[in-house]
């Protein structure tokens, strides 16, 4: 029997309400394998920066280092949304990413059989199931490259942001994506937007160079503007997707809504290290924040994808993915993913019945 440190940092907004649930499986998981879990909380994004001046104090930043894992729910909302970019919420998410060398993000999108009719695609498009694992770089590109205003000669002002990648970069990404690959149907598609920027050029050029290493892998190469267009005309061509962090940040809610909702998808953020982040990919959601109606299964998933890449625990993370398919079959949704002649249940009876299901 193991003891794992896990970090919680709960976040705003949504992110408290959907965390307890994903607590309340990995006590129902503890039970179960007899492993134990040593939760230690702390904050990161608003409520941080309320209590301590900024989005990711030294302590929690800390904490993570020591930890074997970190679950984290979302950052944000509209009381912080006027503050300096350096100093709102989401920096200390960046912050947090780069400071534990997490440069790899997977996100699954898969659809449910009993969510198909949540998918806002057509039934023929997604009848036979879509699977996609979108790889993400999390630590480079334009979302940390230089970025400043300066003065224009007519008086005004322009801004500027830069997308900067080396090869080490892309090659760490890329090799995480063809792994992936191979432990999946062997297909890797690389999207980049290399008929106009240097950075993608460089991008496509180094992933070439590696499929060297796979060549049972089928790599093929996309332009970020026809694979947002192919995704919805026929998600099922994809299956493993390396790419940028901009361009993996905005296919990977483009994927997550093929599923039916933003609601369902989790993470993992994953460095050199077995250590992880583990986070739904959705935001705070400030509108319906503490009125029991946010969707808990990212955050359950996010701690299934922890027990899976973090823990060395495979079968608790399929027990998990389990009982949420089974509790969608048995016609329990919330608001996001409700439909006709389904029970829609709140934000904690989800997390109830998803333990119960474990159990
Ligand atoms: C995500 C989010 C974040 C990102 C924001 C909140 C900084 O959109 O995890 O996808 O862009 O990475
Ligand atoms: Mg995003």
């Given amino acids: 029997m193991s003891t794992f440190n896990i970090a919680v940092l709960p976040g705003d907004g949504i992110g408290p309400e959907v965390m307890e649930q994903a607590i309340k499986v990995i006590r129902v998981i503890e039970e179960k394998t007899g492993n134990s879990f040593m939760l230690h909380e702390a904050k990161i994004g608003g409520c941080a920066i309320d209590a301590a001046g900024e989005p990711l104090p030294s302590q929690t930043l800390e904490l993570c280092k020591k930890c074997d894992a970190v679950m984290l729910g979302a950052v944000g909302g509209p009381k912080w949304d006027t503050l300096p970019g350096n100093k709102r919420p989401e920096a200390g998410l960046l912050a947090i990413r780069a ?51 300066v003065k224009t000669c007519d008086k005004g002002e322009a801004a500027f942001d830069t997308e900067t990648y080396s090869e080490l970069e892309v090659e760490r990404i890329a090799r995480l994506g063809f792994e992936t690959a191979m432990k999946r149907s062997r297909k890797l598609m690389s999207v980049d937007k290399a008929n106009v920027l ?76 077995k250590a992880g982040l583990y986070e739904p990919i959705h935001g705070s959601a400030p509108d319906i924040a503490g009125q029991n109606k946010a969707n808990p299964i990212a955050t ?58 474990i159990k």
Wanted: glycine residues 10%; negative net charge; aromatic residues 6%.
């Fill in 300 to 357: 359950i998933l996010s701690a299934a994808m922890m027990m899976r890449y973090s823990l060395g625990m495979e079968d608790a993370a399929k027990d998990i993915e389990a009982a949420v398919a089974r509790v969608l079959e048995k016609g329990y949704r919330t608001g996001d993913i409700a439909s006709f002649g389904c029970q829609v249940v709140g934000t904690a009876e989800m997390g109830t019945l998803i333990c119960e299901e």
């Fill in 99 to 149: 400071g534990l060398g997490l440069f790899a993000n997977l996100r699954p999108a898969v659809i449910y059989d009993a969510l198909k009719d949540a998918s806002p695609l057509k039934q023929e498009i997604i009848s036979g199931g879509v699977d996609i694992m979108v790889v993400r770089e999390l630590t480079g590109g334009m979302y940390f490259g230089e970025r400043g205003r």
């Fill in 198 to 273: 240097e950075s993608s050029r460089l991008w496509r050029e180094v992933v070439i160079k590696l499929s060297a290493e796979y060549p049972e892998v089928e790599l093929s190469h996309m332009y970020v503007d026809n694979a947002a267009m192919q995704l919805v005309r026929n998600p099922r061509q994809f299956d493993v997707i390396v790419t940028t962090n901009m361009f993996g940040d905005i296919l990977s809610d483009e994927a997550s809504m093929i599923t039916g909702s933003i609601g369902m998808l989790p993470s993992a953020s994953l460095g050199s290290g």
